[in-house]
């Protein structure tokens, strides 16, 4: 039904850069919110940044460990997400998962979660 097309993962030297970008998709979709978590080998899955609709008021919400060097955007005609990543450290790999939390004509909001994007960094 809803589907989420995450690329942009890979492999990067720390100090470096790396564009995650998700997209939602289906009929009828609404976005009120997207956002990017992380997992860790042997760490729980962790926010790393979200975003509503900063038209309405709403700010972005970033974990205090990326503040400073990531930025997330939202391109609302494209129900997309972009999460610009800089000065990547090696505490930053892990598997990405694109968020969104969605709203169906007639279906109270609920979230959706991609397949997972790596990201691996060396020195």
């Known amino acids: 039904q809803v589907q989420l097309a995450e690329s942009g993962g890979g492999s990067v030297q720390a100090g470096g850069s790396l564009r995650l970008s998700c997209v939602a998709s289906?009929?009828?979709?609404?976005?009120?919110?997207m956002g990017w978590y992380r997992q860790a080998p042997g760490k729980q899955r962790e926010l790393v940044a979200s975003?509503?609709?900063?038209?309405?008021?709403?700010?972005?919400v970033y974990a205090d460990s990326v503040k400073g060097r990531f930025a997330i955007s939202r391109d609302y005609a494209r129900n997309a997400v972009s999460l610009q990543m800089n000065s990547i450290r090696r505490e930053d790999a892990g598997v990405y998962f694109c968020?969104?939390?969605?709203?169906?004509?007639?279906?109270?909001?609920?979230?959706?979660w991609g397949q997972g994007i790596q990201v691996t960094v060396s020195s």
């Open positions: 968020n969104a939390l969605v709203e169906l004509e007639g279906v109270r909001a609920r979230d959706y």
């Open positions: 975003v509503g609709n900063v038209r309405n008021g709403d700010s972005p």
């Open positions: 289906g009929l009828g979709v609404v976005v009120r919110r």
